[in-house]
């Protein structure tokens, strides 16, 4: 069964930091864009970060360059989102997914239109 697989959530003061992870099955990075999104209360889906599969160059959205990063450990098949200086707009449900490409992954589409997606951890930043 193809699935993926996120966890590492939890509740933080702002200016602390979380690592989140996605583990994969039933299939491999390699051949896939991989990213991250998240979904607040009363918000729209926002793209947060993705890693090219062709070339592994990544992307950031505006609101989390230089505070979130993004890495994955292909001999695990898993994907890391390290989030430091976190603030209380950070909080979200954060999901991990994988496409053929970043721009289907952070576009904030309906997930039931990306390849793969998983049911996402809480992050929850208080002040």
């Known amino acids: 069964e193809v699935q993926l697989q996120a966890f590492g959530g939890g509740l933080v003061q702002a200016g602390g930091s979380l690592r989140l992870s996605c583990a994969a099955s039933?299939?491999?990075?390699?051949?896939?864009?991989i990213g991250w999104f998240r979904q607040a209360p009363g918000k729209e889906r926002e793209g947060v970060s993705c890693i090219s599969s062709t070339d592994g160059s990544t992307w950031y959205a505006d609101s989390v360059k230089g505070r979130f990063t993004i890495s994955v450990n292909n001999a695990k098949n898993t994907m890391y989102l390290q989030m430091n200086s976190l603030k209380p707009e950070d909080t979200a449900v954060y999901h991990c997914?994988?496409?053929?490409?970043?721009?289907?992954?952070?576009?904030?589409?309906?997930?039931?239109?990306?390849?793969?997606w998983g049911q996402g951890t809480q992050v929850t930043v208080s002040s």
């Open positions: 039933g299939f491999t990075f390699v051949d896939y864009a």
């Open positions: 997914a994988a496409d053929l490409a970043c721009p289907a992954i952070v576009a904030g589409l309906d997930p039931d239109y990306l390849e793969v």
